[in-house]
């Protein structure tokens, strides 16, 4: 499944894909031949399943090559940045996004994608800059709204943070992701009582959510509720074992510091 959120915190599972848009449309189109088409689309179905198995090294060369025959599709230019963000390599990932919007400025998902990567060099204020102007192309876009929840977490504005995934999840109420990080941000404001319930109703529709789960198991330790704890522990690490390792869940999941000092309570305790 390819998918065009980006969270922008969960390495491969996060990455923001965008299909190229169907005919190859090119701002500036030049004579290009069926053979040229045809090879095109072999290639970027190359890339996606590359994408798709995670190999996105590979991913990258046929993006390149695919940009050798469309260099004006930012869909492409774009696309390879994703490529890029998954490899960590944020500043040519970023010179990607930045081709992308020169070519087509309205085009919202460079803007989501360019953000993705800024957070991820801790360009707090910079991110939100980008899903703001994605949010005056299109105002009814829940992952602009969750992304700028992130940014916000990671400048320590928590109740912004909480503001931004509200609106995401009006919007989107199935959006998943934007519901754990509100939880995850009611945590850290330190209402518990709101982020454990948040994060059972959760549970309770997504019962396959590792992220949540985890989350809820070192809420609960930390309330007292020592068995429900463990029972979802056992869930998490048949799910994701990384939320086991606590630099992940710091730096590259970015959960808020005390669910993240709750979690390193419940690793060191159970």
Do not use: C, H
Not at 24 to 50: C, H, I, S
Not at 75 to 82: P, V
Not at 201 to 223: E, H, T
């Amino acid at each position: 499944m390819v998918w065009r959120w980006l969270v922008g915190i969960l390495a491969i599972v996060l990455i923001v894909l965008t299909p190229i848009s169907p005919g190859w449309a090119q701002p500036a189109p030049t004579t290009v031949t069926d053979a040229q088409f045809e090879l095109g689309d072999k290639l970027r179905t190359q890339a996606f399943t590359a994408t798709n198995e995670g190999n996105f090294a590979l991913a990258e060369r046929y993006w390149t090559q695919l940009l050798d025959l469309f260099p004006q599709n930012p869909a492409i230019w774009s696309n390879r940045g994703n490529s890029r963000v998954s490899q960590n390599k944020l500043p040519e990932a970023i010179a990607d996004f930045d081709k992308s919007i020169d070519l087509l400025p309205g085009y919202p998902d460079a803007y989501l994608n360019r953000g993705t990567a800024l957070e991820g060099l801790g360009k707090w204020q910079e991110a939100i800059a980008d899903y703001q102007q994605l949010l005056s192309i299109d105002p009814q876009d829940a992952m602009a709204y969750n992304n700028l929840g992130n940014a916000y977490g990671g400048l320590g504005e928590w109740q912004m943070a909480i503001d931004n995934y509200l609106k995401a999840s009006a919007i989107a109420p199935d959006f998943a992701f934007a519901r754990a990080n509100y939880a995850l941000a009611l945590y850290q404001q330190g209402e518990t009582a709101d982020a454990i319930r948040n994060m059972k109703n959760i549970v309770r529709k997504y019962r396959d959510f590792p992220d949540v789960r985890a989350a809820l198991s070192a809420a609960l330790w930390q309330d007292g509720q020592r068995g429900e704890a463990e029972s979802n522990w056992v869930a998490v690490i048949g799910l994701d074992s990384r939320y086991k390792d606590l630099d992940w869940v710091k730096n590259t999941r970015r959960w808020p510091p005390n669910m993240v000092s709750a979690l390193e309570k419940f690793l060191k305790l159970q």
